[in-house]
């Protein structure tokens, strides 16, 4: 299925572009531009006819060809991504918006809806969407309604669907945009009147931290460049899904401290089959690319909140913590430590997922995550 919406999009795009640049197409161009045979363009063409995505401009007469034209120079989506992770009944939702403004608004309308979700925030433009399986109504409509809300998610064995109920503009995205968005597998949607109801396929992906602290040292290296590097590494490899990075500030008064006393934390989702071999990547690339040899990293699989962990934060930004304490805080939780005595910061930045960045840049800020 995948694959076939791959395709479509591919042969969506070119006809919309054609449209703009040409006034219209036909199918030898379609043939020549895509490299496919005659006959399979004309299926395409049938295909997206039935879809009403295209329409015949002019039929076609003796040796002249019948030429068409997409219905809209409208973008084809603005949704960029959207994917998900899973904890037990715990589900957190990705959506990556190639627009800000969009990206605001689906986290007002989704926050005022409720339905199934729990916690809805926005970082730039990420959308992220925590919630649990099952199912909650909503209503969603014209003002002072929502527009759009999250009503029900499921599992199905290796994918996780979510069900969004809309109405206007978020209708026009949840039939005409998603399924184009990278991670989706499916959508399935069927009207009711003026709403819109959607199933999105998305893979059942786990999430991963990894918290990585002192690879630099007074001379030389930047550990927010080793871990903004490391995730853009790790994104290339296939099947993962880079979700962020972030700078955590720690207690100053620390005299081994290289300059400001900053750690890294990194997010990223992947499937469990490939946790291992991603860990194996980080820690060679870490110890590779690092200029201290006190480098350390913690790694963290999941979505459940644990207890301790959030202590542990807030202590790291109030006063010196020893390695013993992190080594202590990792075995009760599960949490995999490697490296030296940078482990502490990487515990650190993975102990303050989740906290705003008031909280993450200023260690005097109240914490109250």
């Known amino acids: 299925m995948a694959g076939v919406l791959e395709k479509r999009n591919k042969i969506l795009s070119l006809m919309r572009r054609l449209t703009l640049d040409e006034g219209s197409f036909t199918i030898a161009d379609i043939a020549h531009q895509m490299d496919i045979p005659r006959s399979t363009a004309q299926d395409w063409i049938n295909r997206l006819i039935e879809d009403e995505c295209i329409v015949i401009s002019s039929p076609g007469k003796g040796r002249e060809a019948t030429r068409y034209i997409a219905r809209t120079a409208l973008p084809q989506t603005i949704c960029k991504r959207i994917f998900s992770t899973c904890d037990g009944d715990l589900v957190e939702i990705y959506h990556e918006c190639m627009s800000s403004g969009c990206a605001a608004f689906c986290k007002h ?25 099952g199912s909650v109504d909503a209503a969603v409509g014209i003002s002072p309604l929502p527009a759009v809300g999250v009503v029900a998610i499921r599992q199905e064995g290796d994918q996780i669907v979510q069900t969004i109920r809309s109405f206007g503009g978020p209708a026009y995205s949840l039939t005409e945009m998603m399924s184009r968005a990278e991670g989706v597998l499916s959508v399935e949607t069927h009207r009711n009147g003026t709403i819109v109801e959607g199933d999105v396929y998305t893979k059942a992906l786990r999430r991963l931290l990894i918290g990585i602290d ?150 005097d800020h109240p914490f109250n995550p």
């Not at 007074?218 to 550990?223: L, S």
């Not at 099947?239 to 207690?251: C, E, R, T």
Request: hydrophobic residues 40%; negative net charge.
């Open 109 to 133: 309308h989704h926050g005022r809806a409720g339905g199934v979700l729990t916690d809805v925030r926005r970082d730039g433009t990420l959308l992220r969407e925590m919630g649990r399986i």
């Open 214 to 363: 002192d690879t630099d040292s007074r001379e030389d290296g930047a550990t927010f460049a080793l871990a903004y590097a490391l995730l853009q590494r790790l994104g290339r490899c296939e099947g993962v899904m880079p979700i962020s990075h972030k700078v955590a500030m720690l207690y100053p008064g620390i005299s081994e401290k290289t300059a400001g006393n900053s750690c890294s934390l990194i997010e990223l989702a992947a499937g469990e089959d490939a946790i291992s071999g991603i860990i194996k990547q980080a820690v060679a690339f870490v110890a590779g690319e690092s200029a201290s040899p006190e480098w350390g990293i913690a790694i963290r699989t999941g979505l459940a909140e644990q207890e301790g962990l959030r202590a542990f934060g807030e202590q790291a930004r109030q006063e010196r913590v020893t390695i013993g304490d992190a080594e202590a805080l990792a075995q009760e939780t599960g949490i995999h430590l490697i490296g030296g005595r940078g482990v502490i910061g990487a515990l650190a930045a993975v102990s303050l997922q989740g906290c705003s960045d008031e909280i993450l840049l200023n260690p």
